[in-house]
């Protein structure tokens, strides 16, 4: 986990007395939103690509994401890296190169 944003990150919070406010049911519903929030930016955008004037706002919405996570992850006691890593594990054993190459099919039909 990136220990130094996320003690920059609860400085900030800090500060301005918003942890009363960070429960994780709030966090997790922050994370969601911000993530629609970057999904929306694709709304109406022709061949599903986003337009470059468009690209500092993900850039933005992405940052709220990660801040999110970080928040969210540090109230369960969560090392994303350890987490992402193990889950890259399970990815790979649920979708063996040899059945899952160039498909889209979840792990349970292939």
Same mark, same amino acid.
């Not at 130094?4 to 007395?17: A, F, G, H, P, Y």
């Not at 540090?74 to 987490?83: F, G, M, N, S, V």
């Given at each position: 986990?990136?220990?130094?944003? !996320?003690?920059?990150?609860?400085?900030?919070?800090? &500060?301005?007395?918003?942890?009363?406010?960070? %429960?994780?049911? #709030? =966090?997790?519903?922050?994370?969601?939103?911000?993530?629609?929030? *970057? %999904?929306?930016?694709?709304?109406?955008?022709?061949?599903?690509?986003?337009?470059?004037?468009?690209?500092? &706002?993900?850039?933005?919405?992405?940052?709220?994401? +990660? +801040?999110? %996570?970080?928040?969210?992850?540090?109230?369960?006691?969560?090392? =994303?890296?350890? *987490? =992402?890593? #193990?889950? !890259?594990?399970?990815?790979?054993?649920? +979708?063996?190169? &040899?059945?899952?190459?160039?498909?889209?099919?979840? +792990?349970?039909?292939?």
């Amino acid at each position: 986990m990136n220990k130094v944003l !996320l003690s920059k990150i609860k400085r900030i919070r800090d &500060e301005r007395d918003w942890k009363q406010f960070h %429960l994780p049911k #709030n =966090l997790a519903i922050s994370l969601v939103l911000e993530a629609t929030e *970057a %999904l929306e930016l694709f709304q109406w955008t022709k061949d599903n690509k986003l337009p470059k004037e468009k690209v500092n &706002e993900l850039k933005d919405e992405i940052a709220d994401i +990660y +801040y999110w %996570l970080l928040l969210l992850s540090d109230e369960y006691h969560i090392d =994303l890296d350890r *987490a =992402l890593h #193990n889950k !890259l594990k399970i990815i790979a054993k649920k +979708y063996p190169i &040899e059945k899952s190459k160039g498909s889209s099919k979840k +792990y349970t039909e292939l």
